[in-house]
């Protein structure tokens, strides 16, 4: 089965937010038929309500690979590259392999 990323509303916000393609890998995965209903961000502080925590403050940044705007849970230094979920896990799925230096 072949995936796409595919662009959701939120059921809570009403802002729009992509279903990766590694997301959608996850849920077939788990065997998870049913599609998520609300953005990460209305995910994590559902989550948080029930468990009785504090939703952790989110912070937009723009994506190092594709450019998209996208928030993350920590407050970049920009000492690191920054991604969006989708190319987070792109890049994990598939580690760089440093280049052997010529000359050796």
């Known amino acids: 089965m072949t995936f796409e990323n595919k662009q959701l509303t939120c059921l809570n916000c009403q802002r729009d937010f992509l279903f990766t393609v590694g997301e959608q890998e ?43 705007q996208a928030q993350v849970a920590f407050k970049p230094t920009g000492k690191s590259p920054v991604y969006c979920t989708g190319c ?5 799925q598939k580690p760089e392999v440093p ?3 010529e000359g050796m």
């Open 26 to 68: 996850f849920f077939a995965l788990k065997q998870l038929i049913n599609v998520p209903k609300r953005c990460p961000d209305c995910r994590a502080a559902v989550k948080a309500r029930r468990e009785g925590r504090t939703p952790p403050t989110m912070y937009e940044v723009t994506c190092e690979a594709c450019g998209q």
């Open 99 to 101: 280049q052997a230096s």
């Open 88 to 92: 987070f896990h792109t890049k994990r």
